[in-house]
């Protein structure tokens, strides 16, 4: 076990400090993301957990690390139930839907994601998530639109005020058009 993976799974949690640090710790020794997967497949629970935010944190300024594993991240959904790893990777699909690289079948699968974890009873930051992904999707997928809006204005009532914000500004902006 190299450095890096010492301290990925032995010491890194969930603070900001520790997951900057994991971060040099990836560059300086050129951790690649195919050992990140080959990492993230063989772990659970906490450790699962930590990693996936650290591919959160880490993807928010390094996008392109993670570029020929997209469909990794993506199948990683299947069968998630663990809020924090459905958080981590609503984040994650939010900047890959923005760099438009992904395949149709790629987007047809985070279409499904989205209504899956908008409708079951998932938390507030993966609803909030799922309907900017679902959002973004719109853009090539215009009937998306004819979907989401009916779902976001049943639930707006019982949501917080933080998925209230984010949906009142997706719906305006879906009406000016």
């Keep these: 076990m190299n450095i890096v993976e010492n301290f990925l799974l032995h010491q890194l949690d969930l603070r900001l400090q520790n997951r900057q640090f994991?971060?040099?710790?990836?560059e300086k020794h050129q951790y690649s993301c195919d050992?990140?997967?080959?990492?993230?497949?063989?772990?659970?629970?906490?450790?699962?957990?930590?990693?996936?935010?650290?591919?959160?944190?880490?993807?928010r300024t390094n996008l392109a690390y993670f570029a020929?594993?997209?469909?990794?991240?993506?199948?990683?959904?299947?069968?998630?139930?663990?809020?924090?790893?459905?958080r981590?990777?609503?984040?994650?699909?939010?900047?890959?839907?923005?760099?438009?690289?992904?395949t149709?079948?790629?987007k047809e699968r985070?279409?499904?994601?989205?209504?899956?974890?908008?409708?079951?009873?998932?938390?507030v930051?993966?609803?909030?998530?799922?309907?900017?992904?679902?959002?973004?999707?719109?853009?090539?997928y215009p009937w998306i639109n004819d979907e989401l809006l009916p779902i976001i204005e049943q639930i707006y009532p019982a949501m917080s005020v933080s998925f209230q914000s984010?949906?009142?500004?997706i719906m305006q902006r879906k009406r000016k058009k």
Excluded: P
């Excluded at 994991?22 to 990836?26: D, N, R, S, V, Y």
């Excluded at 990794?72 to 790893?85: C, G, Q, R």
């Excluded at 985070?110 to 938390?123: K, N, Q, R, V």
């Design 88 to 102: 981590s990777l609503t984040n994650m699909y939010i900047a890959m839907l923005k760099t438009k690289q992904l």
């Design 22 to 26: 994991a971060q040099e710790l990836i």
């Design 166 to 169: 984010r949906a009142r500004k």
């Design 35 to 59: 050992q990140m997967v080959a990492l993230l497949k063989q772990v659970s629970g906490r450790q699962k957990v930590t990693l996936l935010c650290l591919c959160d944190t880490y993807s």
């Design 68 to 86: 020929n594993d997209f469909q990794f991240f993506i199948d990683l959904s299947t069968d998630e139930n663990h809020e924090t790893n459905k």
């Design 125 to 140: 930051a993966t609803k909030s998530n799922c309907i900017t992904c679902l959002d973004l999707l719109s853009r090539d």
């Design 110 to 123: 985070l279409t499904e994601i989205g209504f899956a974890w908008l409708i079951d009873e998932s938390l």
């Design 104 to 106: 149709a079948s790629q």
